[in-house]
């Protein structure tokens, strides 16, 4: 396929565990991620580089919020046991650190969250832009962020939609921004701002100094998922103090954490040229069509300056209402052209139901 790379948001943020059904459920509860697009048990033979020379194998759900933004893809190894770090995780150090999850109404949530007693991590402060947020963890110890959304798709009882983005520890912000802010076109720059941080303070490390840039999609989302999915953010946070360590230092990618962040792309060859001349060439791709079960389409990975894998996945087909044969085949649909609202809207029939 030729023509200019369409990033269509964030996909999925790939979160690493030991049991992908009971946290499945957590996050149905809690972040109403209850569309399952996908789960499937295989092998992964094109990450071997990245499992120690291996082929793992694993099982993997993906699954959404209807009132739209990325997924989560939950990861679990069924051919080894995940391992965590090595060594107590802090802010700024370098990886993908916390995912950032879109809200109607922070205060509510965060006033719902309290009340059903979750691990909330301090209290609701304000960020560097006078927004209202807050930060809670999963029963693994996994950290979200609660922000305000811009951007919406639908509408259900649940308190916050889907993924939003992701804060990620990095040790030179001026390459990051080559990477995050110029080819994945998070180009509009919401705060940039040094100092220590009122609102940080309740995360380990977060009483230091720190670089901290809040970058943001500045153009209407295209391509087939671009209206379910939405607008995001990606939070570079650089550490003045301290050298941060590698959250995923020898450890396998499917280990435990935030494995990898996934943006939905067209024109993953234009996509290619582009990282490859900006120094991030593709160091994993399936090259033609990869069949996840029900889904399939193309992915490849790049790392970030600091080793953080970025996965791009080009969607050629999904299905909507697996029981009618009914799949989305989108692969060769014009790039940039969104897919019809009902259309999307129908992927509500996959609902999880508890």
Not at 105 to 129: M, T
Request: glycine residues 12%.
């Amino acid at each position: 396929m030729s023509g200019k790379k369409v990033i269509s948001g964030i996909q999925q943020i790939g979160i690493g565990n030991r049991g992908v059904h009971p946290l499945w459920k957590w996050y149905r509860q809690n972040f109403g991620m209850d569309i399952g697009i996908f789960e499937e048990a295989a092998p992964a033979p094109l990450m071997t580089i990245y499992t120690g020379g291996e082929v793992q194998s694993r099982n993997a759900a993906l699954a959404v919020n209807m009132q739209g933004g990325g997924g989560f893809e939950i990861w679990q190894f069924t051919s080894r046991e995940a391992q965590p770090p090595a060594f107590e995780t802090k802010l700024g150090d370098l990886g993908l650190y916390i995912a950032k999850m879109k809200s109607r109404d922070v205060k509510k949530a965060y006033e719902s969250f309290k009340a059903k007693g979750l691990d909330l991590v301090g209290e609701l402060s304000n960020d560097p832009a006078g927004r209202p947020h807050f930060y809670v963890k999963d029963p693994n110890g996994n950290i979200f962020e609660v922000v305000e959304g811009d951007s919406w798709f639908g509408s259900n009882e649940h308190l916050t939609g889907g993924a939003f983005g992701m804060v990620i520890g990095v040790s030179d912000m001026e390459k990051s921004l080559k990477l995050y802010r110029d080819v994945l076109e998070h180009d509009q720059v919401i705060y940039d701002e040094t100092g220590t941080f009122d609102d940080l303070k309740s995360l380990k490390g977060g009483e230091g100094k720190f670089r901290r840039v809040l970058l943001q999609n500045s153009k209407s989302r295209q391509g087939a998922f671009g209206p379910l999915l939405g607008n995001s953010q990606i939070e570079l946070i650089q550490d003045l103090d301290n050298k941060g360590r590698k959250i995923f230092e020898n450890r396998y990618w499917g280990d435990l954490g935030y494995i990898h962040l996934c943006f939905d792309v067209r024109n993953i060859a234009a996509l290619e040229k582009e990282c490859e001349a900006a120094g991030f060439p593709f160091t994993v791709d399936s090259n033609n069509s990869f069949d996840m079960g029900k889904a399939a389409g193309r992915f490849s990975y790049i790392e970030d300056p600091d080793g953080a894998w970025i996965e791009f996945v080009e969607t050629h087909k999904v299905p909507v209402m697996e029981k009618w044969n009914w799949y989305l085949n989108i692969k060769n649909r014009a790039p940039e052209k969104p897919l019809p609202r009902w259309m999307l809207a129908a992927l509500k029939f996959n609902k999880v139901k508890d």
